[in-house]
């Protein structure tokens, strides 16, 4: 599998469905040797403040609370779809219990421009700075079936980190991009 570093405004990245079928992963930490892992199946992607930003929620039993809420960064990874296995180990199991990494069969690399790494298996990772991050506050719901969601009341950060650097392979590439590279592939 190729990949290369991808310019942002070449990057094809369908918000609606980009945690489709089985989440995405999130790496956070100070380097390669301490990080963690886990599956994500909610947040978003776009622009705010005049920056490309993906919004990560993270709630804060999880163990990858210890890590994001003192964090600088972040990276988000796209596994292929033979590597199911991964993403639900990564959804399931805890940190605090085992190496996840080590568990799924993932190899964290370091990132180009963060601290947190990306994983050398991704087709696609996003490096991001976290540039603002809150709690959730049930009092500001506005749909009731929200609250379904949190029946033991342990309302998700959210973690905004601006895109500063994405990876991964040509089917990442917009189509015009695409096109350009199989035009020079002579």
């Known amino acids: 599998m190729e990949k290369r570093a991808i310019e942002l405004?070449?990057?094809?990245?369908?918000p609606f469905s980009a945690f489709d079928p089985d989440g995405l992963l999130l790496v956070v930490g100070e380097s390669v040797e301490k990080a963690n892992v886990m599956t994500i199946g909610w947040g978003t992607f776009g622009i705010m403040w005049r920056k490309p930003v993906v919004m990560?929620?993270?709630r804060p039993t999880r163990y990858t609370w210890e890590f994001i809420s003192e964090a600088a960064d972040f990276t988000v990874n796209w596994l292929s779809?033979?590597?199911k296995d991964a993403?639900?180990?990564c959804g399931t199991a805890s940190g605090r219990d085992i190496n996840k990494f080590a568990a799924a069969g993932l190899h964290p690399v370091q990132a180009g421009k963060v601290s947190s790494p990306?994983?050398?298996e991704s087709v696609l990772s996003l490096e991001c700075r976290i540039i603002y991050k809150d709690l959730l506050r049930p009092e500001q719901f506005i749909d009731p079936l929200l609250e379904l969601h949190y029946g033991q009341k342990d309302y998700h950060g959210l973690f905004y980190g601006e895109v500063v650097a994405a990876t991964g392979t040509s089917a990442f590439?917009?189509?015009d991009e695409k096109d350009c590279t199989a035009l020079h592939a002579d």
């Open 9 to 14: 405004n070449r990057l094809d990245l369908q």
């Open 173 to 175: 590439l917009r189509k």
């Open 87 to 89: 993403l639900q180990l």
């Open 118 to 120: 990306i994983l050398e």
């Open 56 to 58: 990560a929620m993270v």
């Open 81 to 83: 779809s033979d590597k």
